[in-house]
Each structure stands twice: as structure tokens, then as C-alpha cells.
């Protein structure tokens, strides 16, 4: 089995460390040895600390430079050693802490910043201590504070990186922002936090590019953040005609909205007037996105389900009332023009085949034409159902809910037919029916369909078999949620009759 990054790390620190430590428990001996029987040699010796001939006499200058020399190098080569068994130590812990314990525990997103700032400081503070230790006659602290011309170098050398080092550390203080946060700029430029160091933050903009901002800069800017694990706001605007009724529009762009996917089912959407502009009404949508960084998508979603509601209930946008139109007239369709089309539509429907164009056209007479948008359900199980649909053009999904995620189970596409279950026998949706393109459907309503039926009980019988074939599809094995069918064959047809009174 390969070895793991820990077991890697952990054998070159052992073998680093050990051999340093070593050299460090040798040094006394190596020093004593020159003690003892190299300076003698020279007629020098060692008192407290200082180097005197072995008369108590100052030494001569050549033999004390030459000693000096060979005791300075023999401090700095400790000050080395320690330092460098300092820095295995600390980037060991560091590994240990960050990599192993923090990321066991799931917390991956601690920041470089906060790695690199603790290794400096126990960086510094060992250094102090270990030099001290080597040459405590020398003060540290006041060479630091007396060398101003020092200060001026490292300070105008380090300027940007110190300040993006302090700036850095006052953000960590502060966490405005997280990985994964949405951060908008004052300059408008917007995206998704990937990274936080000591030196700046990546932020991926919405058009997939890397924005590189350093602290210095970032603390400057007014930032507007929308917290990764909050419900954040988000508003659209519409308008519409004035002479169009605002509770209505309000209810049922609301629902759409409800409707659309990453559309928070937490909090309802709200529909409000902003405005009476000048050539309509102009509302405002605020709702909740479910995941923040798909906010343009479900802008862009929101707005298309506000055109096809607005489709199906003739609702229209206003256009600006300055602007003088010329040209060709809109094709309007006519109701008669309207009446031939749906008959010829329902004449293609193979249940219908039985009907005269007489019963055809009383049909049409009871339907509306209706334009659903692709991913918006037509009706939805448990409601109560006053209305079957005809497929013009388009297709739908039927889907159960398993489990608590919607399976479909059957899909339905021109010329057919659904809704008839609850209509023809007064129980509440059997499923829900989704679009799964643009879809335009006829919708029939009860009071049409019942003297069709009345005068044609072959076409209650027609029905009645596929309600029962359909329901084979709806049974408890598939879905334990849904009620076992009481009816035989002849139950089924039995409640429709029932239900719309027919002998
Ligand atoms: P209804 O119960 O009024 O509303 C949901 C509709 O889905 C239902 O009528 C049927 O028209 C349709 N439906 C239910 N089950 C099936 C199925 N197995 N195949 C096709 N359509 C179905």
C-alpha cells in the first residue's frame, strides 16, 4: 500500500528533526573539547563566559580575533540549528492541525491567512529567544526600535504587502464573507467567493472569469454580501396595461413565480405596485432563491413565467404611451376562425370520433385555449378538478410523488386527453401533470362535457376504459400513497354516471 501524505510527512520530520537534535546534543562536546584542549594550546581560557589568557591577562589581539571568530560561528551555526528545528516543529503542528484534525471535523475553509500570520509570529518570538540565549549581552528589542533607517527600508519595501497583510488580517477579524458567499462590489462587479488568503481573495464572476482582489483594495470597497447558507432576496420587475385588475395580476404572478424552480418554498413570493408609471402599472417581485449563485437563471425563469401567464390571461405589457405605432396590424384570429380550428382539433382527438360536428361544436363552445411554459404544471395532485384537457400541440409529464420526489409515470403528447379522471367522477386530482415543452392544451369544462355525454353513453364507456387503464398505473404497489380503486370496471363507469347524474 502506498504511503499516506501524513506517514510521508511525518518520517522526513522525524528524520529532519532527530538528526538536528543530534547535531545540538553534540555541540556541548564539540565546545568543551575545544575548551579543554584547543585553547589551552594557545595559553587562553574560558571565564564567565569571556576569554582571558590562562594568567588572568587580556589576550593578544590576533589570538582573540581568531577565537572570536571560530565562538560567533560556532553561535550562529546554534541559532541555524534551532531555527530550523523551530520550522520542522511548527510546519509539522501546522500539517497536523489544519490538514488532519480541521479537516476531519470538516472544516476545510480555514484560511491560508491564518496559517501563514501563526508561523510568523512563533517564527519571530523563537528567534528572539534563541538569539538571546546565544548572545544575551546584545539588546535585541533596542537595535529593532533604534534602527529607524531600518524601519524606513523594510517598511516602504513590505508597503503593499503589509497592507495587504494587515488588511487581510482585519478582514479574517471581521468575516464579512465566506467561501462560497455572493459578493457585489461598489464598482457592480459581482460573483462567488472561491478563496480567502493573506495576500487577497479569488472571487469567480458570473461569466466564469477569476476576479483577483487584494485586501488592500477589498477594504476599501463598499461589499454587498449574500451569505452562502441564507434565503436571499431577489427583485424583478414587470409592468402591465392599466385597465388589467391588480389583484388578479398579483395572484397569479405570485403563483408562477411559487412555481419556478429554485424559487424558495420557505417563504412566498411577494407581488406588490411600485408604481403608477406612465404607460402601465409597474410591479415588483421579490422572492427567495433556494441557491443564490443561480440568481441570474432564475431572474431570467421568473420572467418568462410571468410572459406565459400574462400569455394565457391576455394580461399585456404596456407599451410606452409616447411611442406612436405604424404598421401592419397584429393578425387577430376571429371567433369564428377560432370555433373551426378547436372542432377540427377535437375531431382528431380518437375519442371524440364518435361526436357529430354538431356535439363537436358545442364542445368548442365550452373550451378556452390556454399556452402552459415548459416545466409548469397544468394541475396539480389532491386539487379539486372542474375541467379535462386536450393536447394541441406540446406534451406533458404525469408524475406521482414516491417517496417525496415526483416519478413520472406516463407521458402524454398531441391528441391526448387528461384531467378526465376527476372530472368524471368528482375525486380530487389523481396526479400531477407537468409540461415538459410549451404546451397548448384546450381546456374543457364539466358543464360542456355532461349533455355530450348524456347523448352519448358509448363515449362514457370509451372513457371509462381508459380511466381504468390509467389507474393500473396509479396503483399502491407503485405508490403506497395513493388509495386502492374500489371500482371494477363497472364501478368506474358506475361513479361517472353518478356523478354527472346520467342514467
Ligand atoms: P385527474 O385525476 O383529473 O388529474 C390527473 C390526471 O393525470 C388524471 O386525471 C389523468 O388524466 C392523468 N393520468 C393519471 N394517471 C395516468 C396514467 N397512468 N397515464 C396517463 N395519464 C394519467
Same mark, same amino acid.
Given at each position: 500500500?502506498?504511503?499516506?501524505?501524513?506517514?510521508?510527512?511525518?518520517?522526513?520530520?522525524?528524520?529532519?528533526?532527530?538528526?538536528?537534535?543530534?547535531?545540538?546534543?553534540?555541540?556541548?562536546?564539540?565546545?568543551?573539547?575545544?575548551?579543554?584542549?584547543?585553547?589551552?594550546?594557545?595559553?587562553?581560557?574560558?571565564?564567565?563566559?569571556?576569554?582571558?589568557? @590562562?594568567?588572568?591577562?587580556?589576550?593578544?589581539?590576533?589570538?582573540?580575533?581568531?577565537?572570536?571568530?571560530?565562538?560567533?560561528?560556532?553561535?550562529?551555526?546554534?541559532?541555524?540549528?534551532?531555527?530550523?528545528?523551530?520550522?520542522?516543529?511548527?510546519?509539522?503542528?501546522?500539517?497536523?492541525?489544519?490538514?488532519?484534525?480541521?479537516? @476531519?471535523?470538516?472544516?476545510?475553509?480555514?484560511?491560508?491567512?491564518?496559517?501563514?500570520?501563526?508561523?510568523?509570529?512563533?517564527?519571530?518570538?523563537?528567534? /528572539?529567544?534563541?538569539?538571546?540565549?546565544?548572545?544575551?549581552?546584545?539588546?535585541?528589542? !533596542?537595535?529593532?526600535?533604534?534602527?529607524?533607517?531600518?524601519?524606513?527600508?523594510?517598511?516602504?519595501?513590505?508597503?503593499?504587502?503589509?497592507?495587504?497583510?494587515?488588511?487581510?488580517?482585519?478582514?479574517?477579524?471581521?468575516?464579512? /464573507?465566506?467561501?462560497?458567499?455572493?459578493? *457585489?462590489?461598489?464598482?457592480?462587479?459581482?460573483?462567488?467567493?472561491?478563496?480567502?488568503?493573506? &495576500?487577497?481573495?479569488?472571487?469567480?464572476?458570473?461569466?466564469?472569469?477569476?476576479?483577483?482582489?487584494?485586501?488592500?483594495?477589498?477594504?476599501?470597497?463598499?461589499?454587498?454580501?449574500?451569505?452562502?447558507?441564507?434565503?436571499?432576496?431577489?427583485?424583478?420587475?414587470?409592468? *402591465?396595461?392599466?385597465?388589467?385588475?391588480?389583484?388578479?395580476?398579483?395572484?397569479?404572478? &405570485?403563483? !408562477?413565480?411559487?412555481?419556478?424552480?429554485?424559487?424558495?418554498?420557505?417563504?412566498?413570493?411577494?407581488?406588490?405596485?411600485?408604481?403608477?408609471?406612465?404607460?402601465?402599472?409597474?410591479?415588483?417581485?421579490?422572492?427567495?432563491?433556494?441557491?443564490? @449563485?443561480?440568481?441570474?437563471?432564475?431572474?431570467?425563469?421568473?420572467?418568462?413565467?410571468?410572459?406565459?401567464?400574462?400569455?394565457? =390571461?391576455?394580461?399585456?405589457?404596456?407599451?410606452?404611451?409616447?411611442?406612436?405605432?405604424?404598421?401592419?396590424?397584429?393578425?387577430?384570429?376571429?371567433?369564428?376562425?377560432?370555433?373551426?380550428?378547436?372542432? =377540427?382539433?377535437?375531431?382528431?382527438?380518437?375519442?371524440?370520433?364518435?361526436?357529430?360536428?354538431?356535439?363537436? #361544436?358545442?364542445?368548442?363552445?365550452?373550451?378556452?385555449?390556454?399556452?402552459? !411554459?415548459?416545466?409548469? !404544471?397544468?394541475?396539480?395532485?389532491?386539487?379539486?378538478?372542474?375541467?379535462?384537457?386536450?393536447?394541441?400541440?406540446?406534451?406533458?409529464?404525469?408524475?406521482?410523488?414516491? #417517496?417525496?420526489?415526483?416519478?413520472?409515470?406516463?407521458?402524454?403528447?398531441?391528441?391526448?386527453?387528461?384531467?378526465?379522471?376527476?372530472?368524471?367522477?368528482? &375525486?380530487? &386530482?389523481?396526479?400531477?401533470?407537468?409540461?415538459? #415543452?410549451?404546451?397548448?392544451?384546450?381546456?374543457?369544462?364539466?358543464?360542456?362535457?355532461?349533455?355530450?355525454?348524456?347523448?352519448?353513453? #358509448?363515449?362514457?364507456?370509451?372513457?371509462?376504459?381508459?380511466?381504468?387503464?390509467?389507474?393500473?398505473?396509479?396503483?399502491?404497489?407503485?405508490?403506497?400513497?395513493?388509495?386502492?380503486?374500489?371500482?371494477?370496471?363497472?364501478?368506474?363507469?358506475?361513479?361517472?354516471?353518478?356523478?354527472?347524474?346520467?342514467?
Amino acid at each position: 500500500m502506498a504511503p499516506s501524505s501524513f506517514q510521508k510527512k511525518a518520517v522526513v520530520f522525524v528524520i529532519f528533526s532527530g538528526t538536528i537534535t543530534l547535531i545540538l546534543v553534540a555541540f556541548p562536546l564539540v565546545e568543551g573539547w575545544l575548551q579543554e584542549y584547543i585553547l589551552p594550546q594557545f595559553d587562553l581560557q574560558m571565564t564567565g563566559g569571556k576569554l582571558v589568557n @590562562t594568567d588572568g591577562s587580556q589576550p593578544g589581539m590576533m589570538a582573540s580575533t581568531t577565537v572570536s571568530l571560530v565562538v560567533n560561528i560556532f553561535h550562529i551555526a546554534k541559532i541555524l540549528l534551532w531555527m530550523a528545528l523551530v520550522i520542522s516543529v511548527v510546519r509539522f503542528l501546522i500539517f497536523l492541525i489544519f490538514q488532519t484534525v480541521l479537516r @476531519t471535523s470538516g472544516q476545510t475553509e480555514i484560511s491560508s491567512l491564518l496559517k501563514t500570520v501563526l508561523s510568523i509570529v512563533v517564527y519571530i518570538v523563537s528567534f /528572539f529567544i534563541i538569539f538571546q540565549s546565544q548572545y544575551p549581552d546584545v539588546q535585541l528589542g !533596542a537595535l529593532f526600535s533604534g534602527s529607524a533607517i531600518l524601519g524606513i527600508v523594510v517598511g516602504l519595501a513590505l508597503q503593499d504587502t503589509l497592507g495587504n497583510l494587515f488588511a487581510g488580517i482585519a478582514l479574517q477579524a471581521d468575516k464579512p /464573507f465566506q467561501v462560497g458567499d455572493v459578493v *457585489t462590489f461598489s464598482n457592480k462587479e459581482s460573483g462567488v467567493v472561491e478563496s480567502v488568503s493573506w &495576500r487577497g481573495v479569488n472571487i469567480r464572476t458570473f461569466q466564469n472569469k477569476l476576479l483577483v482582489m487584494s485586501n488592500a483594495v477589498m477594504g476599501k470597497e463598499t461589499i454587498e454580501v449574500a451569505p452562502r447558507d441564507n434565503l436571499n432576496a431577489r427583485l424583478v420587475f414587470f409592468s *402591465t396595461v392599466y385597465n388589467k385588475s391588480p389583484a388578479r395580476t398579483i395572484q397569479l404572478v &405570485r403563483e !408562477a413565480v411559487r412555481q419556478t424552480e429554485n424559487v424558495s418554498q420557505k417563504l412566498r413570493p411577494v407581488v406588490r405596485i411600485k408604481n403608477f408609471g406612465e404607460s402601465g402599472l409597474e410591479y415588483e417581485v421579490k422572492y427567495w432563491a433556494d441557491d443564490y @449563485t443561480k440568481y441570474n437563471d432564475t431572474d431570467a425563469l421568473v420572467r418568462q413565467r410571468i410572459w406565459y401567464v400574462f400569455h394565457r =390571461e391576455s394580461i399585456d405589457f404596456p407599451l410606452p404611451a409616447r411611442t406612436i405605432h405604424i404598421g401592419a396590424k397584429v393578425e387577430e384570429v376571429t371567433p369564428d376562425e377560432y370555433l373551426s380550428t378547436t372542432v =377540427e382539433c377535437l375531431h382528431s382527438i380518437p375519442i371524440f370520433a364518435p361526436l357529430s360536428d354538431e356535439e363537436l #361544436e358545442k364542445l368548442a363552445h365550452g373550451s378556452t385555449n390556454r399556452v402552459y !411554459a415548459p416545466g409548469e !404544471a397544468i394541475v396539480r395532485k389532491g386539487q379539486e378538478g372542474k375541467s379535462m384537457f386536450v393536447i394541441v400541440r406540446g406534451a406533458v409529464d404525469v408524475q406521482i410523488p414516491v #417517496e417525496g420526489i415526483a416519478k413520472t409515470i406516463n407521458q402524454l403528447k398531441d391528441n391526448d386527453f387528461f384531467g378526465e379522471m376527476s372530472l368524471l367522477t368528482g &375525486r380530487p &386530482r389523481s396526479a400531477t401533470v407537468v409540461a415538459s #415543452e410549451e404546451t397548448e392544451v384546450l381546456q374543457i369544462k364539466k358543464t360542456a362535457l355532461k349533455p355530450i355525454l348524456e347523448e352519448n353513453p #358509448e363515449l362514457v364507456e370509451s372513457i371509462g376504459k381508459i380511466v381504468d387503464e390509467r389507474r393500473e398505473l396509479l396503483n399502491p404497489a407503485v405508490n403506497s400513497s395513493i388509495e386502492p380503486t374500489a371500482e371494477t370496471d363497472h364501478g368506474v363507469l358506475k361513479s361517472i354516471r353518478n356523478f354527472f347524474g346520467l342514467k
